[in-house]
């Protein structure tokens, strides 16, 4: 049995919008001299980020996907990372841009990283729309950053409480309802 909640909306969908625009320069800048840049979108909660931050950049990308668990359907990080599917291409020598919605532990971030840095990419970058500082297990940060945001569980634009809500177009904290209220 799953307690009722609401969602409060935390940051709207235009300033994400606007975020991913001012970010997108800077990735622009930052890859000019690659030749072709590998997206690699971590499945599920970054979807919706990697789609509109892709139609942003002005750049030739390789869009590629990495599936990875370690939340399941619990509000708590199981701290075991997952890999559920593997990417389709190979990135020896290439330049990567890891898409995350959210770091918080840091583990799946950090799992994924040791993981690609292993295949000998020639420059490994991260971006991250959210990032939960308070609550790091492990010493990794994203090279780009879309909002710090304070310890509340967040739903929406890709992110997902046990699979439900990552269809918001905007982000939202999870307030539980106490039924004894009333
Ligand atoms: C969530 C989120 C990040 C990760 C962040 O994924 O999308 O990938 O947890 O948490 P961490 O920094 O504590 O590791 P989840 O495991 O829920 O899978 P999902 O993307 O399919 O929802
Ligand atoms: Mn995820
Ligand atoms: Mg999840």
Redesign the pocket.
Known sequence: MSQPYEIEQLISAKSIAARIETLSREIQRAFRDTDKLVVVG?????FVFIADLVRELDLPVEVDFLE?????DSMV?SRE?RILKDLRGEIEGRDVLVV??????????SHVLHLLESRHPRRLETIALLDKPSRRETDVKATWTGFEIPDEFVVGYG??FAQRNRNLPYIGCVRFIDATET
């Open positions: 971590l499945l599920r909660g970054s990875t668990s370690s939340y399941g990080s990372v995350e919605d959210i770091v918080d532990t840091g583990h799946t971030l992110i997902d």
